[in-house]
């Protein structure tokens, strides 16, 4: 109804349905969510929000997943090359997955998502390939989170694992198939 009516509040259809997550697998809804991108501007209450490998088939995730600023939740996996950096403005994020096939950086943006409370960066298990994933350096700027009390870091090509990146608050870290940590 949404891309019908451009004056209609989805978001308070989406609340009244008892709604607050959305995971979008099928193939006719993914082709018209990416025709429609601006929807994700107007559902506001949305709380958590899970991005499959087919979710945006030309495997960009658009910035306007940004604009789902009531989420809680986020969950990235695939091939995606992008992390948007307009995800900062979902200031009231507090767990953040990016399982992802090919990870070249994270993007500085995200360190002002400050009521994070789990993070989870991964690869997958051909991830450590070479040809997947550059060598990634873990910002600085993780330790500086005050909130978060989970650091989950697997199948990534790290060189360095330096202690400034554990924040003072973490009560779990979970590190898994790193083979250049010693």
């Not at 994933?133 to 700027?141: A, G, M």
């Not at 978060?148 to 898994?176: C, H, M, Q």
């Amino acid at each position: 109804f949404g891309n019908k009516a451009q004056d209609l509040d989805i978001d308070k259809i989406f609340q009244l349905l008892g709604y607050d997550s959305i995971s979008i697998s099928k193939a006719a809804i993914i082709k018209k969510i990416n025709e429609n991108l601006w929807l994700f501007t107007r559902l506001y209450s949305v709380k958590t929000f899970t991005i499959w490998n087919e979710t945006f088939p030309n495997k960009i995730i658009p910035d306007e997943v940004g604009g789902l600023i009531g989420l809680e939740e986020l969950e990235i996996r695939g091939a995606y090359r992008n992390i948007p950096k307009r995800i900062a403005n979902c200031k009231n994020l507090k767990k953040l997955t990016l399982k992802l096939s090919y990870i070249a950086n994270i993007p500085d943006e995200l360190q002002y998502l400050t009521q994070l409370e789990t993070l989870e960066i991964a690869g997958e298990g051909t991830s450590l390939a070479k040809e997947y994933n550059e060598i990634l350096t873990l910002p600085h700027w993780i330790g500086n989170f005050q909130n978060l009390k989970t650091l989950e870091l697997g199948y990534l090509t790290l060189d360095e694992l330096s202690a400034d990146v554990f924040p003072p608050n973490l009560e779990s870290l979970r590190i898994y198939r790193m083979p250049n940590i010693k």
